[in-house]
């Protein structure tokens, strides 16, 4: 069982930066497409970055394109996801996720193992 653990939100003013993190507790992990999603309540959980482990290939939602960066220390089993500029928009709880298949996808159903998720908060 792959153990995915979020840190890093909080409250940030529009046009701010956050950095935040997922530690995988597997070592096999390193093998994994991992993937950003948020869910403001009473929406659907959207995609917003996902990365391979093995490569540099990345995706992202048109809404954070050039805002947002996914990036990974496999020697840390650590995922990032640096948000600059940010907007009130993108307030919303963040969930890691991690697929044991190797092709990039933006469909939440297709990833296998969450994190508990990380409150994110941008003021205006």
């Known amino acids: 069982q792959v153990q995915l653990v979020e840190s890093g939100g909080g409250l940030v003013q529009a046009g701010g930066s956050l950095r935040l993190s997922c530690a995988a507790s597997?070592?096999?992990?390193?093998?994994?497409?991992m993937g950003w999603f948020r869910q403001v309540p009473g929406k659907e959980r959207e995609f917003v970055a996902g990365?391979?482990?093995?490569?540099?290939?990345?995706n992202y939602a048109d809404s954070v394109k050039g805002r947002f960066t996914i990036s990974r220390d496999n020697a840390k089993n650590t995922v990032y996801l640096q948000m600059n500029s940010l907007k009130t928009e993108d307030t919303a709880v963040y969930y890691c996720?991690?697929?044991?298949?190797?092709?990039?996808?933006?469909?939440?159903?297709?990833?296998?193992?969450w994190g508990q998720g990380t409150q994110v908060t941008v003021s205006s």
């Open positions: 597997q070592r096999t992990f390193s093998t994994y497409v």
């Open positions: 990365i391979r482990w093995s490569s540099v290939a990345t």
């Open positions: 996720a991690a697929r044991k298949i190797l092709i990039l996808t933006p469909k939440q159903t297709d990833y296998d193992y």
